[in-house]
Structure formats: structure tokens, C-alpha cells
């Protein structure tokens, strides 16, 4: 009976838990909320991105596009949830620009 509390415990922190994990990092919720909604702009069916915050590098920029400056890049691996249900990881990369503006979020199975 323990076993079954501790790991529903362990699913419910998983579940719940990485999103305000992952809103400590400014970029890494910018990145987020904007890559999922391009998500899901392209499939109804997916239904939340979940960061692995242990992937995630976020990097410091001074360099630009053409004449947008990017200030921002944030790496890492990423979880899409389709009808509640995640599969393998994908990689992503997002830019950022000034005042934390999303540029760029694009994603790649791995």
C-alpha cells in the first residue's frame, strides 16, 4: 500500500510540479508557452510541453538574424503531450530577443 501512495506521489510532483519548475527560468517559460501554442496550432490533439529542465542549456547572446537581434538561446529536450499522453523526447531550439520576445521555437524528433 506504501509503494502505490509513493508512487502516486511521484506521478502526481511529476505532473504537476515541472511546470513551476520551469516557470523559475523566464526564457524557459517564454519558450514554452509559445511552443506550445505553435503546437498546437498545427495538431489539436496535443495537449501540454513538458521541458526536461536537466536538458535545458540557456545561453547569454549578442548576435542577430539579418537586423533582429537575438539576446537569447535556449537547448534542450522537450516532451509533447498528445491526448495526455508523452512519448520520446524531441529536441528544441528557441531564440530569443530583446525584452525576452520569442523569435524562433522549433522542435525535432530525435
Known sequence: MNQKL?????FFAL???ICSAQSSDPAVAAC?????LALQEKSKDISDLVVDMESVAVSKADTR???????TVV???????RNGKTGTPDRFVCLLGEKGKVLLTFFTAQ
Open 65 to 71: 538574424v539579418e537586423d533582429v537581434q537575438v539576446k
Open 75 to 81: 537547448l534542450g529536450e522537450a516532451y509533447i503531450a
Open 6 to 10: 509513493v508512487a502516486a506521489s511521484l
Open 32 to 36: 514554452k508557452s509559445t511552443g506550445l
Open 15 to 17: 505532473t504537476t510540479g
